[in-house]
Each structure stands twice: as C-alpha cells, then as structure tokens.
C-alpha cells in the first residue's frame, strides 16, 4: 500500500470515475466530498472540493457508487437519503429511504439494482435506479479476453 493523503478527521467511502482519472473521497464528518486527479499508480494530485452533501445531521457521505451515467450515489449516513451528483459534482437529487443511516451502496454488476446497507435495522436493502451501474474494473478485464 501506498499512502495518499493524512489530515481527514473520518474519511470514508471512495470511488473512481469511469476513465480512471478522478478519485472521489468521502469525509463524513466535513459533509465533503474530495476529487483527486489520478497520475498513475499510486499517485494522485490536485485536491479539491467536489461536493457537499446536504443537512446539519450528525453524519455525512459514507459509501457511494457511480451509474452508467456518470451521477454518483452516496449514502448520507444520518439523514435518511442517498444524494445524488452530476458528474460534474452538482447535487441534483436526493433519494428518501425508509431508514435513517445510509451507510454504503453498490450496483449489482450489469444491472440497474442497487444494494444499501444501513445501521439503523442492521440491514441489506435494494431498489432499482433509472439506469446501471458503472462498469467495474473487474468487469473491463473480463471483457477484454
């Protein structure tokens, strides 16, 4: 492993846009969101504010997840809903769940379901968005066989 960055109080979840250039880093406690420029492995540079996720809950941006699209689903850990970003990094919707902690979300492979973990059940959800999910690195690789 390599080490990236220090000075989060609570980073969070993570994840890569679909041409492999941007890494988006959740910080729950901040609310933020961070983009980092991807420079090869191991390397990233160019931090910066990407987003900010709604409320003055005790909580923020746990996992997330980007679609077919380009928007990002992030569960909102404390608010009751998983926000949804542009990609670009505008806040552009918000999606109500019955439950109060989001705390990760994933597509299912080639498919419009999308998974939620919450910490106020203890429990799995699903429902299904307007489109899939990102392809997933794993899933490039097979393809290219």
Known sequence: ?????????????????????????AETPAKA?????????????????????PGDHEGGPDGMDFDQEGRLLVANWGSSHLEV???????????????????????APGSSTVYVTEHEFHSVWKFQWLCGGQTQFCDQQGKAK
């Open 1 to 25: 492993m390599i080490l990236l960055e220090t000075g989060f109080r609570f980073c969070n979840g993570i994840a890569v846009t679909k041409d492999d250039k941007t890494l988006i880093v």
């Open 33 to 53: 969101l961070w983009a980092y420029d991807i420079k090869g492995p191991g390397k990233v540079e160019n931090k910066r504010l990407w987003g900010k996720v």
């Open 85 to 107: 970003y542009s990609p670009t990094g505008d806040h552009v919707m918000r999606v109500k769940c019955p439950f109060e902690n989001p705390s990760n979300l994933h597509f």
